[in-house]
């Protein structure tokens, strides 16, 4: 399984301004396998130390602050010479020994020549608390689940060859088109869940990924009691449940009413940071105006929350697998494209996507690139332009109006028709 990540941790490497390194994303994303992956490929041997498996290992920071006595003290658990630059460590699960993370920032500052990197389950969730976060002493690298590309390179590394080839403007024979957009499909059956992609090419057995997915769902919401600390479980596990309804609704705006009768801002927004922060939840802003710089124009109080992966959304909404194979129409399709085109766009640009919506008219995300604002509409078929972005994009002239949809890559009128299975790759098709 090749993973773009790799190529972040790869140049972390060989940065000289490199500080450890802390992986965030919610469990079962991968971010063991890459850290081993990447000690495995790129330094003469690797350390692993797991604080939920190994609870004697909390003491080793518990009693040191010197990074050079701990060092000497793991080499001896490990059993092998630590290597400045040459052996990578790596401490999994690190949110079990605060005191581990918290000596990060020795690290930095009186042993940079070590390499460190570590990950845990719900890292994020701990930036509010800087007690035991060393915020600015350490490099931060979000991982996900695979992307469109990787997902491709992985069950059909042929037709990834010919994907990466695509360049702005490129015409599409129809055997590649639709070759594509059937691994879309299965894209959004599967999903990008490591387990579920490893599953897929080993067996090729869907109920085996519906199995998986649903014992991923039921990890999380275990999860949710185990470390949500003073933020009530009871309303993370309510808010994670009411996002396929939040979704099915026609404006996909969140509603608090929506989680049960008469709820409101003050009983859930913190456990919606807690679900967002701990990697689980996707928000998009709603902005009041398209203009840059768009983060200026963000309304707070207005945004939709989608799925971290959409196959586990897939599985949670309970779409059959023949409603997406055999084109069938059913009132989540729309709510499911969008899903997975925001998992593409993530990433992408130095802005997170927008939307905008008011009385008159509804444009599914916007995008800055440096000063550009652009308009995007999401379509989840060969459907035509919905009125109101042909509306949009006619009032306001754009270099890059973009239309994602199952049609062919071509410019279509004011906008350009981009397939969704090239969502992944739009930087570099504007």
Sequence with gaps: MNRNAMEELKRWQHDSERKPMVLRGARQVGKTWLMKEFGKKCYNHFVYF?????DELKSVFEKNKNPVRIIELLSMISGSKIQPGKTLIIFDEIQECPEALNALKYFKEKANDYHVIAAGSLLGTLLAQPK?????MVNLLDVFPLNFDEFLNTIDPGLYAFYKSIEKGQKIEEIFHNRLTDAYNYYLIIGGMPECVASWVKYKDPAKISKIQQKLVEIYENDFSKHNGKINSERILMVFRSIVSQLAKPNEKFMYGAIREGGRAREFEE?????????????VYNVSKMEHPLAAFDKLDQFKLFVFDTGLLKHMAGIDNNAILLKADYQFKGSLTENYVLQQLRGQFSMEPRYYSDKSKEI????????????VEVKSGENKSAPSFKKYIAEHPSVNAIRFSKRGYRKDGAFTNIPLYLARKLKDLL
């Design 50 to 54: 797991n604080f939920d498996e190994e």
């Design 364 to 375: 599914d995300f916007v995008l800055q690139k440096e000063m550009e604002i652009i308009p």
């Design 132 to 136: 035991t976060y060393p915020v600015g």
């Design 271 to 283: 456990a919606i940071e807690w679900l967002v922060s701990a990697g689980m939840l996707n928000r």
